[in-house]
């Protein structure tokens, strides 16, 4: 890569029944957390395809779970838990916590199988760029990445600023995001940058999509 950056991967357990429940109609319980599976195994390829030994995974749900230590064996990656908070408040304190070590760190979930190995790499450029965050929307109106640099070793206010006061979970996210942000006088293209848009794989017609795209 042209930055030194750490990407930090967002992931939940596979269990049947309490994952990717939006899928089961459609797979079943176990269809559906094999599915959150695959996801997850793709997405950790593409990153340490892109940012090699410079990976982490941040668990959600059963941290013990026999998968997670799975993970940290064929992928050589450090496992971290998730602490016990709204999404925003998670993402800020990985964020946070990957930023004392690392230039530069992209955040990222599982469920966007679109992503590419560029794609990663341009979110480091744009933070190379001079960008203090980076962004890449999705369809469904969040986002599939988030990323930011520390400026002199200091988070800047958008960064806190962009973890608050939004309804996480609905498709206002970005929206409310960029609003936030221009409340403090952030310019999009300057202070922060947003990537083409991608999609995510949250119901049925999402999975069969990523199918008929040989993602899954």
Known sequence: ?????????????????AAKTRLIPLLGEQGAADAQRAMTLR???????????????????????????ECVQR??????????????????????TQLRSHEAV???????????????RAAARALRAGAQMVFTPAQDGGYVLVGAQAHGGDLTAGFEQA??????????????????????GWHCGREWCELPMLW?????ADYVRAQQAALL
């Open 200 to 204: 995510d794989v949250d119901t049925p």
């Open 43 to 69: 997405t950790l390829r593409t990153a340490q395809a892109a940012a090699p030994g410079q990976v982490s995974l941040w668990t959600a749900g059963d941290h013990a779970h026999s998968f997670f230590s």
């Open 163 to 184: 973890f608050t006061g939004i309804a996480w979970s609905t498709a206002q996210v970005m929206a409310q995001t960029r609003a936030r942000l221009a409340a403090i």
């Open 106 to 120: 992209l955040l990222i979930g599982t469920d966007c199988p679109a992503r590419s190995v560029d794609d990663l």
């Open 75 to 96: 992928f050589g990656l450090a496992c971290h838990p998730q602490p016990e908070r709204d999404l925003g408040a998670r993402m800020a304190d990985c964020l946070r």
């Open 1 to 17: 890569m042209t930055v030194p950056v750490h990407i930090a991967v967002f992931a939940k357990a596979p269990v049947a029944g």
